[in-house]
Structures are given as structure tokens and as C-alpha cells.
């Protein structure tokens, strides 16, 4: 089934999907507002969300807890026009036509909140250059 509306698709993926994914997510369903749809998951997703992770972006005003790990399936891969992975190598299938990045940021497990605090604002201005991307009006060209 083929969808009608051109709302860009970006996939979260780490190994966890407890820390750096979810913010990341959760920055992206701030930023983009509902004009991106927003998944992320995890090559072996973890229990539950990293409680620093979730203090670092309550500071932000964004609020995670309703957030849970999720497996990475192919499916969810399939379905989504960004593929960002965060250190799960290569465990992440490859579909062609799909954009691919691999963001190398710091794990938040077992850190402190300052360390975090700094793992967040990259994240943060990383989701900000993509939302700008994702969103640019250059797919409205008039001939």
C-alpha cells in the first residue's frame, strides 16, 4: 500500500533504543512539528528508557516517558526515507533508495547528567540541520 501524502519518514536506530534514539526522536517530533513521521528502534532494545536521558530532555521541555525501546525490523526500515543509525553497525538492513546516515555520538548509559547535557545538544543540532533539510521547499519546483 502506497502512501499519498509526502510527509518524510526518519528511523532512529541504536543498539539500546533507550537513550540516544529516543531523544533524537523526541527532538524531531518537537522540531518537525507533525510534518515528519518520527520512529526509532533498536538492534537489542533495552528494558526501559535511560533515566539520565529522560531528566536531560525534560531540561529541554520535551517529555519521553510515554517512550519504550522497540526491535528494529526490516519493516520499519522499509517504510522510512531516513535511515540514522547511532552505533548499531551493521545490523541494520540496507534497502536501496533509502538515505542513510550514521551519527557517532557518545552512549548515555551509565553517564552523568552533564555528559548527557552535552550527548543532548549535539543530538539537538543534528535533528535542527536535518529538520531543515527534510522540510526545504525544494521539492516544489515550477517549470
Not at 49 to 72: C, Y
Request: with cysteine; charged share 20%.
Amino acid at each position: 500500500m502506497t502512501t499519498v501524502n509526502n510527509t518524510p519518514s526518519v528511523l532512529f536506530v541504536c543498539v539500546h533504543n533507550a537513550g540516544r534514539s529516543q531523544m533524537a526522536a523526541g527532538f524531531l517530533q518537537e522540531l518537525g512539528q507533525g510534518r515528519i513521521e518520527v520512529r526509532s528502534a533498536g538492534s537489542e532494545p533495552a528494558d526501559q528508557l535511560n533515566a539520565v536521558a529522560v531528566q536531560a530532555m525534560a531540561e529541554e521541555g520535551i517529555d519521553i516517558t510515554s517512550a519504550t525501546p522497540n526491535i528494529l525490523t526490516t519493516e520499519a526500515v522499509q517504510v522510512s526515507d531516513v535511515v540514522i543509525t547511532m552505533g548499531c553497525g551493521d545490523v541494520c538492513p540496507i534497502f536501496p533508495g533509502k538515505r542513510y546516515e550514521d551519527w557517532e555520538l557518545a552512549d548515555p548509559a551509565g553517564q552523568d547528567i552533564e555528559t548527557v547535557r552535552r550527548i543532548r545538544a549535539d543530538i539537538k543540532t543534528r535533528v535542527q540541520h536535518l529538520v531543515a533539510e527534510l522540510l526545504a521547499p525544494t521539492n516544489s519546483t515550477q517549470n
